[in-house]
């Protein structure tokens, strides 16, 4: 059994910056997938970023050049460095933690819910204009 635990969450000006933490407790088989999502009420769950058991990282086109996920396999902590932060970016951000998906003729880590099995409590970021 996995638990995540989220922190670093908090409210910030447009155009600062927020560093999210995940910290990984417990047995990780079939953990080939770290990711970040995020939520607003009343819409659908959206991917943010993946983490690759092989380092390989992807980002959703609305955070590409200002988001970077990462790793401390030592710490077992999953980071989600934010930069130059946007209102659109307000959401609750979730971590998790799947297995790689059968796409496009090969296995990788896919930003759909449906892949993570193992997730966070959440951590809410709110930007301000």
């Known amino acids: 059994q996995v638990q995540l635990v989220e922190s670093g969450g908090g409210s910030v000006q447009s155009g600062g910056s927020l560093r999210l933490s995940c910290a990984a407790f417990?047995?990780?088989?079939?953990?080939?997938?770290l990711a970040w999502f995020r939520q607003v009420p009343g819409k659908e769950r959206e991917g943010v970023a993946t983490f690759d058991h092989d380092g390989s990282t992807r980002y959703a086109d609305s955070v590409k050049g200002r988001f970077t996920i990462s790793q401390d396999n030592a710490k077992n902590t999953l980071y989600l460095q934010m930069n130059s932060l946007k209102p659109e970016d307000t959401a609750m951000y979730y971590c998790a933690a799947g297995s790689l998906t059968y796409y496009s003729g090969g296995y990788y880590c896919v930003m759909m819910s449906e892949s993570y099995n193992y997730w966070g409590q959440g951590t809410q970021v709110t930007v301000s204009s």
């Open positions: 417990g047995y990780t088989y079939n953990t080939d997938c």
